[in-house]
């Protein structure tokens, strides 16, 4: 499925769970918007590293719908020992997975006087993989793909203030990359602000 196809359908999955919401405001009003990030770690291709950038419209203090954005990356080499009769081969991977669903939040929990708000979230879009095969005195090769993902998961958000919250999610990823399925687990540690008093 093309990046513009993706595009549309998330629109189209946007509006309509707007028209959803039951506020004595608009669900599409600045105050309903949340802006998060952090860093996130992504198994598969021998590990990814690199930033989530977020998004969400709440529609009541439990509820939002969240859209998600990844970009990762790791520079790796293959075999133990550069100096070898094929020479140092070197592997650039490249993923970027953006994602739209719902998150749901659960009542506060307080463990050790520290109050935490979990939550379970499913989203749905696509991801991109490109991939860059070099050796010393045989030039490179690249690979790319971009196919349709899921992830299922949650985490937890622990309110700093009444607007700024410190979130950790684990998800599992799946992605559907050269007609095959890779299963991944994805970590991410960031933050939140809210335009609205969570509290």
């Known amino acids: 499925m093309k990046s513009s196809h993706f595009l549309s359908f998330f629109i189209a999955v946007l509006l309509s769970t707007c028209a959803l919401g039951q506020s004595k405001q608009p669900v599409l009003s600045t105050s309903n918007l949340e802006l998060s990030g952090g ?8 590990g990814l590293d690199g930033l989530n950038f977020g998004a969400s419209l709440w529609f009541n203090r439990r509820v939002s719908i969240a859209f998600d954005y ?3 990356g790791d520079t790796s080499t293959l075999g133990n020992f550069g100096l070898t009769s094929a020479g140092l081969i070197t592997i650039q991977s490249h993923l970027q997975n953006w994602l739209i669903g719902p998150r749901i939040f659960f009542p506060t929990k307080t463990v050790k006087r520290i109050d935490l708000d979990p939550f379970a979230e499913f989203q749905f879009g696509g991801s991109y993989l490109n991939q860059k095969f070099s050796q010393v005195g045989a030039g490179s090769t690249s690979a790319s793909d971009t196919a349709y993902s899921w992830m299922l998961g949650g985490g937890v958000d622990y309110v700093l203030s009444p607007r700024w919250s ?7 990823l799946r992605t559907h990359l050269s007609n095959e399925g890779q299963t991944r687990l994805r970590f991410v540690l960031g933050v939140a602000y809210t335009f609205r008093k969570r509290r």
Not at 166 to 172: C, K
């Open 39 to 46: 860093w996130i770690h992504s198994s598969g291709d021998n």
């Open 70 to 72: 990844d970009h990762a």
């Open 166 to 172: 410190a979130r950790a999610n684990l998800d599992l």
